[in-house]
């Protein structure tokens, strides 16, 4: 029956997507401008690192709490809640608090998917983290709908989706994996990757020139190799690489390749770092490149890397810890977020300017304020300041 379906061509074979960015790494494909880049080699240029650390380093810096939901919008930090130690202190007994969420974030904006089971109490309450390696997780969709994640390797386990948390960088089409950055913009990574291997095969050669010694006769093949042999003991000695060479009989020099000048080599390797800057949506200044930059515009960039670059990753993260780590009916009463006010803030000049306006307007108290600048508490500190020229809409005594 088989053999009957194949000749009339009935039957059917699961197709494998062309698209897919691992299928050519499965193969073994590393190059071309369209074609699988390498994780390792693309995050490991200079401004790609650069940014992927920034962002990794300073979520992983400023703290990440667990919040009681209070009264009138308010917020109260959980201490007492099992998965505030975990996400604060440690979430193993290998791993601080910032290394795994260095890595968790890491993870994300290279392989585009990040890892961590979660081990629970027999009340069902987070006691712990373990990261899992991104590349050696498979993710399938059962019938009922839910996931199974099936971890390769050492140690080898099968996980339901309550046993994983699982932050993806860009939604696929397949509404289950992330999409990988480095992959989504593979050809300005594969751009960045053919540049570094251009200047380091000219850097490799000590810069010497390439082409071609032209006679105006012709001369015997003796007399090319005695040329040949000479040109290569002057121009590729190891000692030095620069001379005065002369060349007699007609000879003139026509080089091969054009000049990094020439080709605008250096510029193009500028684009190509605000390229990737673009992708993960850091300032050029927080990357490190200062061509434009004055004191102004970083300052003004500062506060864009963490609008608009941090607190989306922030809010990414958050959104499936609350998800994985709390209970449908503990996200009524507590949340989870990260606490980026500090990154905001601007000089001491201006922070207390700030306060001065609202410890005056009566909407901050003086621990309020000692709070956020890392001071104690002061007896007397929680009263409000009520502004003598003011008072609510209607109360107005008339006299």
């Known amino acids: 029956m088989e053999f009957l379906n194949r000749l009339l061509g009935r039957q059917t074979r699961a197709a494998v997507a062309l698209s897919d960015p691992y299928l050519a790494e499965y193969f073994g494909q590393g190059g071309g401008a369209l074609s699988y880049v390498d994780p390792t080699r693309a995050s490991g240029t200079a401004v790609a690192h650069r940014c992927t650390m920034l962002i990794a380093e300073l979520l992983a810096s400023v703290p990440l709490h667990v919040f009681r939901r209070g009264d009138r919008g308010g917020r109260d930090r959980a201490a007492d809640h ?21 890595s968790l974030t890491l993870a994300i904006l290279t392989l585009g998917n990040a890892y961590a089971e979660i081990s629970r109490n027999g009340r069902g309450q987070v006691t712990g983290l373990r990261l899992i390696n991104p590349k050696a997780v498979t993710v399938e969709r059962l019938r009922s709908g839910r996931l199974r994640y099936t971890e390769t390797g050492t140690p080898g386990k099968v996980l339901l ?51 071609a010694v032209v006679f105006a006769q012709s001369i015997n093949p003796n007399q090319k190799l005695d040329v040949l042999d000479k040109l ?38 500028k684009l190509t770092a605000l390229d990737i800057c673009r ?9 490190g490149i200062t ?7 970083i300052g003004e960039e500062s506060r864009a890397l963490v609008q608009r670059c941090l607190a989306p990753m922030a809010r ?13 009916e503990g996200r009524k009463a507590f949340f989870i977020e990260h606490d980026l006010a500090g990154l905001l803030r601007g000089d001491m000049g201006a922070r207390y300017e700030a306060y001065r306006v609202g410890r005056d ?9 000692r709070r956020l600048e890392n001071m104690p508490e002061i007896e007397g500190g929680d009263e409000y300041l009520t502004p003598l020229n003011m008072a609510p809409a209607g109360t107005t005594e008339e006299k």
């Open 291 to 297: 061509d434009n930059a004055t004191y102004s515009n």
């Open 82 to 102: 099992p998965a505030y130690s975990v996400l604060h202190d440690m979430p193993n007994e290998e791993q601080t608090a910032f290394d795994f969420r260095l």
């Open 361 to 369: 307007g009566g909407w901050l108290s003086a621990n309020e304020i």
């Open 316 to 328: 990414r993260i958050e959104q499936a810890m609350n998800a994985a780590l709390l209970t449908a």
């Open 161 to 211: 989706q309550d046993e994983v948390l699982h932050i993806r960088y860009r939604m696929g089409p397949d509404g289950v994996m992330g999409q990988s950055p480095l992959q989504i913009g593979r050809e300005t990574f594969n751009l960045a990757l053919a540049q570094n291997d251009a200047a380091a095969k000219q850097a490799s050669k000590g810069f010497r020139p390439e082409g």
């Open 279 to 287: 992708i993960y949506g850091v300032p050029p200044s927080a990357a």
């Open 232 to 269: 290569r003991q002057k121009i590729e000695r190891n000692d030095s690489t620069s001379g005065v060479l002369v060349l007699d009989g007609g000879a003139d020099w026509k080089p091969f390749a054009f000049s990094s000048k020439d080709a605008e080599f250096l510029e193009s390797r």
